[in-house]
């Protein structure tokens, strides 16, 4: 399914794990492959697609995210790799940290890096907007659909900082996170807020397309805004649904992301 294209660039999910997205960009030549956790649906597509893998993006270090890297770079020796600089891996790869500029010129894409720590220390994103004007937010396990990734090693206050700047991108911004969790979360946000009419349509909407076996992602930064719970701290109904009732917006996140973890 082609789920984003600009002129002949498409991006395409990979379905890896139980629930794993490895999204991959390609031209119709090359192909990017971003968080390839596991090498062979990988291998398998770009050979189906008679691909070239020409790069690697990756934004934080966890098994699910990188294990598939070393036999990508022994398929395609000239891949280029980009990782975090703030994280340590065992493969060779170009650093990336907040404002770099990563230059993809076989797809004639340039994407932005932005660190965001809160599931990692090292965390990061990539963002790009295409020659059409189409925004495209590759963000990991930071921003799901309809919720977040859990601090495996950072803060609520560096997961909530993290999460309002990505909720100032333009709400056309498409979301390709990396993992099938869109309608636990939506349930998740419905206990929290029963009556919030966009997500109850959301609810339909995902339900919908998990049923034709369609891959939920893309979201987008407006839909985010609009339904996910953690972006919506501010809100009255999000606070008296954490049962805090408080105008603190950090207090509120810190306790909707322990009622999930539990979810």
Request: glycine content about 6%; some cysteine.
């Amino acid at each position: 399914m082609i789920v984003g294209m600009h002129h002949n660039v498409q991006i395409i999910p990979i379905p890896a794990f139980k629930d794993n997205y490895i999204w991959l960009i390609h031209n119709g030549q090359q192909a990017v492959a971003v968080d390839p956790g596991d090498a062979q649906p990988v291998i398998q597509t770009l050979k189906q697609l008679n691909l070239s893998l020409s790069g690697i993006l990756i934004t934080h270090h966890h098994q699910d995210h990188i294990a598939g890297v070393s036999a990508l770079i022994k398929a395609y020796p000239n891949v280029n790799i980009y990782a975090p600089k703030l994280e340590t891996y065992s493969f060779a790869h170009t650093p990336v940290d907040d404002g770099q500029v990563v230059a993809l010129t076989d797809l004639d894409l340039n994407f932005s890096v932005m660190h965001l720590p809160g599931h990692t220390l090292g965390h990061v994103a990539y963002y790009t907007e295409n020659k059409l004007g189409d925004q495209w937010l590759f963000c990991g396990d930071t921003l799901f659909g309809a919720g977040c990734g859990r601090l495996f090693e950072g803060t609520p206050e560096q997961m909530h900082h993290t999460l309002k700047r990505l909720a100032t991108l333009a709400g056309s911004t498409q979301v390709y996170c990396t993992h099938e969790y869109t309608l636990r979360n939506i349930d998740f946000a419905l206990s929290l807020e029963p009556s919030n009419p966009t997500l109850q349509k959301r609810k339909l909407d995902t339900q919908a397309l998990r049923d034709k076996g369609i891959a939920s992602l893309p979201s987008n930064i407006e839909l985010e805004r609009a339904t996910n719970p953690f972006l919506r701290c501010h809100t009255a109904s999000i606070q008296a649904g954490s049962g805090l009732k408080s105008a603190d917006e950090l207090a509120v996140f810190s306790r909707i992301r322990e009622l999930r973890n539990s979810y």
